[in-house]
T-cell receptor, first 112, second 112 residues
Framework: GNSVTQMEGPVTLSEEAFLTINCTYTATGYPSLFWYVQYPGEGLQLLLK?????DKGSNKGFEATYRKETTSFHLEKGSVQVSDSAVYFC???????????FGEGTQLTVNP | DTEVTQTPKHLVMGMTNKKSLKCEQH?????MYWYKQKAKKPPELMFVYSYEKLSINESVPSRFSPECPNSSLLNLHLHALQPEDSALYLCASSPLGPRGAFFGQGTRLTVV
């Protein structure tokens, strides 16, 4: 079956620090990979995605590269802001359907 | 229009009430979903509609009854709920295939 493992949180950083949130996966078939962000009291927003090996997804200064050899899709940002404080979910979807398999989520808090 | 709109935003209902959650999208997506999210957890898939037909029911209790009146609308009818059903209910839509999903803001449901 499919599964996603994210680094445990919570993660607390100071403004302008470098962010990495690790994500690894197991999948049957060839997955597409996603990062979603959830701000307090809101739904999930698609942050970025990658559909094949070595693709790099990027958005709002966040990046993640699809690494098939290590089955990973780590999220990075060079300089975080207070407004980046949220929960981040790594997810995958396989050829067999549209359903998403989510990781447990990582709570990020950025302090001024 | 890249939005998924859910109403109401908040709902409080008694265990004997009947209520409905509504979801609307105008992106031409042919797959629509209901997810349930408890605090500090990832979303859990409940139902998937594909071309307005129910394609996946994740063994959800019959007190939750989904309906897809047309390709833009998705409803979730609620009846005789339990306090443990209190959660954030998220609607999502996507193109068919592993392309990720767009989520609404959710309905915060409290069962008293």
């Amino acid at each position: 079956g499919n599964s996603v493992t994210q680094m445990e949180g919570p993660v607390t950083l100071s403004e302008e620090a470098f962010l990495t949130i690790n994500c690894t996966y197991t999948a049957t078939g060839y997955p597409s990979l996603f990062w979603y962000v959830q701000y307090p009291g809101e739904g999930l927003q698609l942050l970025l995605k990658a559909t094949k090996a070595d693709d790099k997804g990027s958005n709002k200064g966040f990046e993640a590269t699809y690494r098939k050899e290590t089955t990973s899709f780590h999220l990075e940002k060079g300089s975080v802001q207070v407004s980046d404080s949220a929960v981040y979910f790594c997810a995958l979807s396989t050829d067999s359907g549209s359903r998403l398999t989510f990781g447990e989520g990582t709570q990020l808090t950025v302090n001024p | 229009d890249t939005e998924v709109t859910q109403t109401p935003k908040h709902l409080v209902m008694g265990m004997t009430n009947k209520k409905s959650l509504k979801c609307e999208q105008h992106m031409g997506h042919r797959a629509m979903y209901w997810y349930k999210q408890k605090a500090k957890k990832p979303p859990e898939l409940m139902f998937v509609y594909s071309y307005e037909k129910l394609s996946i029911n994740e063994s959800v209790p019959s007190r939750f009854s989904p309906e897809c009146p047309n390709s833009s609308l998705l409803n979730l009818h609620l009846h005789a709920l339990q306090p443990e059903d209190s959660a954030l209910y998220l609607c999502a839509s996507s193109p068919l295939g592993p392309r990720g999903a767009f989520f609404g803001q959710g309905t915060r449901l409290t069962v008293v």
